[in-house]
């Protein structure tokens, strides 16, 4: 199953540079990276990035995360993955420009 990160275009370009992250500092302050399932992405970048550009959205594997990865209860009672470990951009499948358009990101049709 794939799941997903919504960066900063700056937080991306130290993923690539570092080769690893800790995440953003929501992450850094709450211990663990947020992930979003394809069904909770829209909504999240809705409430937490609205307005900002430059985005990427990166997708990642659960069963290569390991049993660092929980899925744990949070916005509207859902279960979210989060990962309680550092992140290795080679455990990034793949990852696509998030663009404004009309106040809201376009997120790819392929991201099932």
């Not at 990160?5 to 995440?23: S, Y």
């Not at 594997?61 to 979210?80: I, M, N, Q």
């Not at 951009?89 to 049709?109: I, K, M, R, Y």
């Amino acid at each position: 199953m794939l799941i997903y990160k919504i960066f900063r275009d700056a937080e991306w370009q130290d993923l690539v540079t570092a080769g690893e992250t800790a995440g953003a500092p929501i992450d850094l302050a709450d211990g663990f990276i947020h992930f979003s399932t394809a069904e909770q992405a829209a909504e999240t970048a809705a409430k937490h990035f609205a307005g900002v550009e430059g985005l990427v959205l990166a997708a990642c594997d659960t069963d290569e995360l390991g049993e660092a990865l929980t899925w744990e209860v949070s916005r509207g009672g859902a279960l979210f993955p989060h990962l309680y470990r550092r992140l290795k951009l080679s455990e990034v499948q793949t990852h696509w420009p998030l663009p404004l358009q009309d106040g809201a990101h376009v997120f790819p049709e392929d991201m099932a």
